[in-house]
């Protein structure tokens, strides 16, 4: 049963599935499990899957599943795990992406780290079609986890490094201590949420943080500590969190990412989350985590 003491981003990773990476490159176990009689296989069309009841996802049997490149997800005790991968076109029209089986795995979270691992391997074949070095088309092996072109060379999933901040000013703890939550250009306009950004090539994390809240918000960032951290597989992210704390306070968005940017103290984020006007990140980020976590409890609304 999940605890209800760890933030919610926690809750949804913390059973993980053994992943079983020393059998991919068997595929003489790898046809045997699926042709096994307790083998169940996830359908992922394009980046959707199809949902079952008010929570969990449909698992077929492999005769009952389509055509197309087979992942292996894991085994276990209790048999193989593997996804199909098809085209969008075999999406039903109940089958949801993984933002719209947040309200699922919020409620029963088993499924997380099985959704999480297909998706993102989901992601990555539809997004690499052809070998980086000489150009030429790629056929998956090792159960769906590398991809090889005609002249051996390899390309292997890839994961972005991103930070993710819940910039802070004024005493910590104090009434007066307040946080700094933006608005993106992508979002309608009661959409807040802290501040994020990829790690670029031979920069530390703590320096993205900076970097990132300086080019965004104009906000200059002094002292940044590890939070914590989060798969997120929409495409190949992994969400990296941290609190930081402003060495000034002016805003001047960038205007490209950033229409708006305003400092809360608690109270202040308490009432605009109660009327309505902001909504906070969906329960499952990271980025809520941060925020009640600075706030000291749960917040209402979401998007």
């Known amino acids: 049963m999940d605890s209800p003491k760890l933030p919610i981003h926690l809750r949804i990773i913390q059973s993980p599935h053994d992943r079983s990476g020393h059998l991919r490159a068997d595929d003489g176990w790898v046809?045997?499990?699926?042709?096994?009689?307790?083998?169940?296989?996830l359908v992922v069309a394009g980046?959707?899957?199809?949902?079952?009841g008010e929570t969990g996802v449909r698992w077929r049997t492999p005769e009952a599943s389509p055509e197309?490149?087979?992942?292996?997800?894991?085994?276990?005790?209790?048999?193989?795990?593997?996804?199909?991968?098809?085209?969008?076109?075999?999406?039903?029209?109940?089958?949801?992406?993984?933002?719209?089986?947040?309200?699922?795995?919020?409620?029963?979270t088993t499924e997380a780290s099985f959704l999480m691992h297909a998706i993102g391997l989901a992601e990555w074949h539809r997004a690499t079609r052809f070998c980086s070095r000489c150009g030429g088309g790629l056929q998956p092996r090792a159960a769906g986890h590398e991809l090889v072109c005609t002249e051996g060379h390899l390309t292997f999933p890839r994961t972005d490094p991103a930070v993710?901040?819940?910039?802070?000013?004024?005493?910590?703890?104090?009434?007066?201590?307040r946080c700094l939550l933006g608005n993106h250009t992508r979002?309608?306009?009661?959409?807040?949420?802290?501040?994020?950004?990829?790690?670029?090539?031979?920069?530390?994390?703590?320096?993205?943080?900076?970097?990132?809240?300086?080019?965004?918000?104009?906000?200059?960032?002094?002292?940044v500590d590890y939070f914590g951290n989060q798969p997120w597989p929409l495409p190949a992210s992994l969400m990296l969190?941290?609190?930081a704390r402003a060495a000034s306070t002016e805003i001047t968005v960038?205007?490209?990412?950033?229409?708006?940017?305003r400092w809360f103290t608690r109270a202040?984020?308490?009432?605009?989350?109660r009327s309505g006007e902001i909504k906070l990140p969906s329960g499952i980020s990271i980025s809520r985590s941060l925020v009640e976590e600075w706030y000291g409890g749960e917040l209402p609304g979401s998007w």
Do not use: H
């Open 268 to 273: 202040e984020l308490a009432a605009v989350a």
């Open 47 to 52: 980046n959707r899957v199809e949902p079952s």
């Open 164 to 177: 993710i901040m819940l910039v802070t000013s004024g005493e910590p703890g104090s009434d007066e201590e």
């Open 187 to 223: 979002w309608p306009a009661p959409n807040f949420s802290t501040l994020a950004g990829f790690v670029e090539p031979g920069e530390s994390l703590e320096d993205a943080v900076r970097r990132e809240v300086g080019e965004e918000v104009g906000v200059r960032v002094g002292q």
């Open 31 to 41: 046809e045997k499990a699926w042709s096994a009689e307790t083998t169940r296989v």
């Open 68 to 108: 197309g490149i087979r992942l292996l997800l894991g085994d276990s005790p209790d048999g193989a795990s593997f996804a199909v991968l098809t085209g969008r076109e075999e999406a039903g029209e109940t089958w949801r992406d993984l933002r719209g089986l947040f309200p699922a795995l919020l409620a029963d």
């Open 254 to 261: 960038d205007a490209d990412e950033i229409r708006e940017a």
């Open 241 to 243: 969190g941290f609190f």
